[in-house]
């Protein structure tokens, strides 16, 4: 069966580090997107791909990046962590669609506390 | 801007209790409302998608409605398995944009 998968699920790091949480989907799917969830907010949008080479910022993209080389995988990394990057980050995927909203399907999530 | 609100933030039920949630939202327009269930520790499962106003859709105890300003998402009867965070999203530009979602309790 398709499937998304997050690693690692839980990380602790510290403030300054380079961190990196990986996605992969075996959907085939050319949209992958990256979340946090925090308490109060929801889930706000970080970085999102439409395909290979494709990356485009969300609405709380500072303090981190993503490249697309492939497929099958978006990992983000946050180039020096910082406490308030604390969360839970979860990554999607969607197929294309023409003309109807898409449905995204998400990971299992990754737990990440900067102490 | 986008922007969605869902109510309440939380809700306690007794099993067999009937009730609703709302998701009141604005958008330059909509494409699709979309309703996650997410269990603690877990990501969030697609549940409906709703694309225009009249619009409605049932999975078990589950009933989605869509009208041009809210969703409501009715529970009948439910069940301690019903027991999650139900979350509300607007498409727009291939994106989502996320309520605060409600965490529904019931007991049984």
């Known amino acids: 069966d398709a499937e998304i998968t997050q690693s690692p699920r839980h990380k602790i790091t510290e403030t300054g580090r380079q961190v990196t949480l990986a996605c992969h989907q075996t959907w085939n799917h050319n949209n992958m997107f990256w979340y946090r969830q925090d308490l109060g907010h929801g889930l706000r949008l970080i970085h999102y791909s439409y395909g290979v080479q494709d990356t485009n910022k969300g609405e709380v993209s500072d303090g981190y990046s993503v490249s697309r080389s492939n497929t099958e995988d978006l990992p983000l990394t946050l180039e020096s962590a910082a406490s308030s990057q604390t969360s839970v980050y979860f990554c999607?995927?969607?197929?294309?669609?023409?003309?109807?909203?898409?449905?995204?399907?998400f990971g299992p999530g990754t737990r990440l506390t900067v102490l | 801007e986008d922007q969605v609100t869902q109510s309440p933030e939380a809700l306690r039920l007794q099993e067999g209790e009937s009730s609703s949630l709302n998701c009141s939202y604005t958008v330059s327009g909509l494409r699709g409302l979309f309703w996650y269930r997410q269990d603690p520790g877990k990501g969030p499962e697609f549940l409906f998608t709703l694309y225009s106003a009249g619009e409605e859709k049932e999975k078990e105890r589950l009933k989605a409605t869509l009208t041009k300003k809210e969703s409501f998402l009715h529970i009948t009867a439910p069940k301690p398995e019903d027991s999650a965070t139900y979350l509300c999203a607007v498409y727009n530009d291939y994106k989502l944009s996320f309520g605060a979602g409600t965490t529904v309790t019931v007991r049984a």
């Open positions: 999607a995927s969607s197929g294309l669609t023409s003309g109807r909203a898409d449905t995204q399907y």
